[in-house]
């Protein structure tokens, strides 16, 4: 079975997206752990599901952060690492020794609206603010940039005239719980 490790730093409805489709069965992965930088409800999820977790807290280790990470991920076996809402600045050298196999769900249509800063609500804020007529999500792969790599796969969603940033934020998620395993899964197709 493909293993993978899932990085959250919120809410984890992405990771709960990747879950739910690997128990059903439309998703052929199994998650070997789930890492927050942080405290948060992604993790819970994960030990709700009984999916092996742990926090690696950034505030702790600090700059060590990925080196933590790279440890316990090293000892897995896995083979892709999904960013499903991670909000910690990976670094270069992290970036290189997982090079490929490091991926990133993103709430824009990049390489608009990316880059340092761009995370979560600011993105739509961003987004109503220049006038936008679609918005949508990314998923691409890491490389030693902010949401710079390569794109996998994208998904388009109107703008709606009275769009609040929470509106579209909401409308924006719904795809994202489908490009995002779908993006695992081409993944998993092109390595088999
Ligand atoms: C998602 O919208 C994801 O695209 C975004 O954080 C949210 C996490 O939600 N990621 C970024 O903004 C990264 N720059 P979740 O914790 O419910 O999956």
């Given at each position: 079975m493909f293993k993978i490790a899932v990085m959250v730093s919120g809410g984890g409805s992405n990771l709960?997206?990747?879950?739910?489709?690997?128990?059903?069965?439309?998703?052929?992965?199994?998650?070997?752990?789930v890492i927050g930088d942080r405290p948060c409800y992604g993790v819970e999820r994960a030990a709700e599901h009984g999916i092996e977790s742990c926090?690696?807290?950034?505030?702790?280790?600090?700059?060590?952060?990925?080196?933590?990470?790279?440890?316990?991920?090293?000892?897995?076996?896995?083979?892709?690492?999904?960013?499903?809402?991670?909000?910690?600045?990976i670094d270069e050298e992290f970036v290189?020794?997982?090079?490929?196999?490091?991926?990133?769900?993103?709430?824009?249509?990049?390489?608009?609206?990316?880059?340092?800063?761009?995370?979560?609500?600011?993105?739509?804020?961003?987004?109503?603010?220049?006038?936008?007529?679609?918005?949508?999500?990314?998923?691409?792969?890491?490389?030693?940039?902010?949401?710079?790599g390569e794109i996998i796969l994208q998904v388009k969603v109107p703008v709606l005239e009275g769009d609040t940033p929470e509106v579209l934020q909401k409308r924006v998620l719904v795809e994202e719980h489908k490009l995002l395993p779908n993006s695992i899964a081409k993944i998993i197709s092109e390595r088999q």
């Amino acid at each position: 079975m493909f293993k993978i490790a899932v990085m959250v730093s919120g809410g984890g409805s992405n990771l709960q997206s990747i879950i739910d489709k690997s128990k059903n069965g439309e998703l052929n992965c199994e998650i070997a752990c789930v890492i927050g930088d942080r405290p948060c409800y992604g993790v819970e999820r994960a030990a709700e599901h009984g999916i092996e977790s742990c926090v690696i807290d950034r505030k702790v280790y600090k700059k060590e952060l990925c080196k933590e990470i790279d440890k316990v991920l090293s000892t897995k076996g896995v083979e892709l690492i999904v960013l499903a809402g991670f909000l910690s600045i990976i670094d270069e050298e992290f970036v290189n020794k997982w090079k490929g196999r490091i991926i990133n769900i993103h709430p824009s249509l990049l390489p608009k609206f990316g880059g340092p800063g761009m995370y979560g609500i600011k993105v739509h804020e961003a987004v109503l603010a220049a006038g936008e007529k679609e918005s949508g999500c990314t998923v691409h792969y890491v490389d030693t940039g902010v949401d710079s790599g390569e794109i996998i796969l994208q998904v388009k969603v109107p703008v709606l005239e009275g769009d609040t940033p929470e509106v579209l934020q909401k409308r924006v998620l719904v795809e994202e719980h489908k490009l995002l395993p779908n993006s695992i899964a081409k993944i998993i197709s092109e390595r088999q």
